[in-house]
């Protein structure tokens, strides 16, 4: 049974409006659960059934053979109305690997900026840092952004720095994505000198079945103005090996 962990306002039901933006960070696992049974159409249906407005979607696949060669925003797209973007990590599969985003608003301004990745044997290459300009209902703008970051503590903290150089700007900015480091690392505290989180650093997002540690997250900016927060994991959710996370960010 699907379980949701609420704060400041328990079991209020969520409503957007014209002051309100609902965010979801969600790590898809390539559109599968951890038994790695195919679980798209099931991950969009739940998009849509929890309201949000906008969605940093991490570890997409693009036509790939592992994943029925499905373009998996699009299939996602097509079942919550919202608009998709798709950004390729690298060629895999047969497809494409990567980062996507699903809004209910216009994305504008649209960017794949590339961040460090070194692999194994040492060799360097890039990884998609996808962002996206988003006038709100409001007419309020904002950048939204997402990430995965690496597994290791040089390249993440590496990483952070271009993340932080990229989204310098106009624009307050909302960033979400799966950092792969916990609450209390150097480089959450590194993010901390521009960004806020906008959940609890006991909020713990992987794995999905009795999880261990948060590495996903939602963050805003420090200067965003007048803005409060409600937050939500979604416990006993399968379809994937992470928790999908969700805030809710009110302007007065």
Known sequence: MLKIIFTLALLTPIISNAQTLQVMSYNIHHGATREEKLSIREIGEFILKSQVDIVGVQEVDSVCNRSGKQDQMEVLAQITKMHPLFARHFAYDGGAYGLGIL???????????????????????????????????????????T????????????QISQILKYLEGEYPVVLT?????????????LLK???????????????????????????????????TFKKQVYLGNHLSDHLPIQSEIRFH
């Open 177 to 189: 994505g799966d950092f792969n480091t916990l609450p209390d690392s150097p480089e959450i505290e």
């Open 193 to 227: 000198t521009r960004f806020q989180l906008t959940q609890s650093e006991d909020d713990l997002t992987f794995p999905e079945k009795d999880p261990t540690k948060k590495i996903d997250y939602i963050f805003i900016d420090q200067d965003f103005p007048q803005k």
């Open 103 to 145: 809004s209910k608003f216009p994305l504008e301004e649209v960017r794949n900026d590339r961040i460090l990745s070194v692999r194994p044997n040492g060799d360097t290459s890039t990884l998609a840092f996808l962002s996206a300009k988003v006038q709100l209902a409001s007419g309020r703008t904002v950048r939204f952004a």
């Open 147 to 158: 990430a995965h970051l690496a597994l290791d503590h040089p390249t993440r903290m590496t």
